[in-house]
């Protein structure tokens, strides 16, 4: 059963940069696809970049950037040039096989989020 727990969220100022971590444990699988999402209060739940399990990424929306090390179980991201709308929790999402869709539907493990607010 794999687990997510996600850190390194908190308050920023307009303009900085920020990168959260997500801690992965109990993965048996070899190659994975994970990503990261990001939910506003009162929007859905939407992408921002995934790495699949051959280290194709897709992003889905500027001034994110992923990279996982596998040494350390350890996902990232780096979110450059933040602002207002990137307020919100962050969740880090591992899918049940090597390959990316962008829905979270296909995403079958979820971090508790944390939480970013910028201002």
């Known amino acids: 059963h794999v687990q997510l727990v996600e850190s390194g969220g908190g308050s920023v100022h307009p303009g900085g940069f920020l990168r959260l971590s997500c801690a992965i444990s109990?993965?048996?699988?070899?190659?994975?696809?994970m990503g990261w999402f990001r939910q506003a209060p009162g929007n859905e739940r939407e992408g921002l970049v995934m790495l699949d399990g051959f280290g194709k990424v897709t992003p889905m929306k500027v001034r994110f950037t992923i990279a996982k090390d596998n040494a350390k179980r350890t996902l990232y991201l780096k979110i450059d040039g933040l602002n207002a709308d990137d307020s919100g929790m962050y969740y880090c999402?591992?899918?049940?096989?090597?390959?990316?869709?962008?829905?979270?539907?296909?995403?079958?493990?979820w971090g508790q989020g944390t939480q970013v607010t910028v201002s």
């Open positions: 109990g993965d048996t699988l070899t190659r994975r696809c």
């Open positions: 999402a591992a899918a049940s096989s090597a390959y990316c869709s962008t829905s979270a539907s296909d995403f079958a493990y």
